[in-house]
């Protein structure tokens, strides 16, 4: 996490599954920049959040992961947050939407959907959770995952961005994985409450993304009343990754908009 915010302009970053908080490692240099307290979470199991021998011991869900982010803005006295997720980290967005709407000032959604899982979807992350769980590495998952994570154009040409993916993913806990699909998997449909937010909101989307397809968004901006959609191009659903320097871009275009609070 970065030092303590002065308070008034802090953007919470939540990062994808199965990463870690690296995600964001090319957009907090210009972000702060800009004049923004950046706030990277690695979240619970996730990077140095990573559990103890036993693993985990509590119910998987995103209410919880949305619980660590409300303590962290407790600890640095931010009374609220512009809250950006990508994909995962935008599934816990909605999720803090739900439980804290007053600690939220703005969001940024990037590649993720505001639906729930349906039975397929959920029925194969029980499994991948079981599956990692068995084989005690997360080294099968990422030859799965990251062929699709990241878009073609990072496929071809941007072999170091490939090859940190891959690594971060091999680093992850497999007990991270496990807990995370099934806090996934039970998720509800985020869209009711993104139609109850009438604060400034930007839709972010890789146009290679083939994880979260462009329908979702088209969903997510239906329900945004307040809702600003930038396309990143030559990127997939790791944007942030992928082309940090267009996500830093879009993110200080869209904060200078966003009114300062009292933090
Ligand atoms: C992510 O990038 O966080 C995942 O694709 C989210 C998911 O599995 O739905």
């Known amino acids: 996490m970065t030092s303590r915010p002065s308070l008034d302009r802090v953007l919470m970053l939540l990062h994808a599954f199965p990463l870690d908080k690296s995600v964001w490692d090319g957009v907090v240099g ?34 919880a992961m949305a619980r660590d982010v409300v303590g962290i803005l407790d600890r640095i006295g931010a009374r609220s947050a512009v809250v950006g997720g990508l994909s995962m980290g935008g ?65 071809a040409a941007r072999p170091a961005v490939v090859d940190r993916v891959r690594r971060v993913i091999e680093a992850t806990d497999p007990a991270a994985v496990a807990w995370a699909q099934r806090a996934m998997a039970a998720r509800p449909d985020s869209l009711p409450t993104l139609a109850g937010f009438a604060g400034p909101a930007l839709v972010l989307w890789g146009e290679q993304d083939v994880v979260s397809p462009r329908s979702e968004q088209d969903l997510l901006l239906a329900s945004l009343a307040g809702g600003r959609f930038e396309i990143v191009e030559d990127a997939g659903h790791l944007s942030a990754m992928e082309a940090p320097e267009a996500v830093s871009a879009a993110l200080v275009r869209f904060l200078a908009e966003v009114p300062a609070g009292p933090g």
Request: glycine residues 8%; charged residues 25%; without cysteine.
């Open 30 to 63: 210009p972000v702060s920049e800009a004049g923004w307290d950046v706030v990277v979470p690695d979240l619970r199991g996730f990077g140095e959040s990573r559990y103890g021998p036993d693993g985990p011991d509590d119910e998987p869900s995103l209410a």
């Open 91 to 155: 599934y816990v967005a909605m999720e803090l939407l739900r439980q804290a709407p007053d600690r939220v000032a703005a969001m940024i959604l990037a590649d993720t959907k505001g639906t729930a899982d349906d039975d397929v979807a959920r029925a194969n992350r029980l499994r991948v959770a079981e599956q990692v769980l068995a084989a005690g590495s997360t080294e099968a998952l990422a030859r799965a995952m990251v062929p699709t994570l990241v878009g073609t154009t990072t496929l």
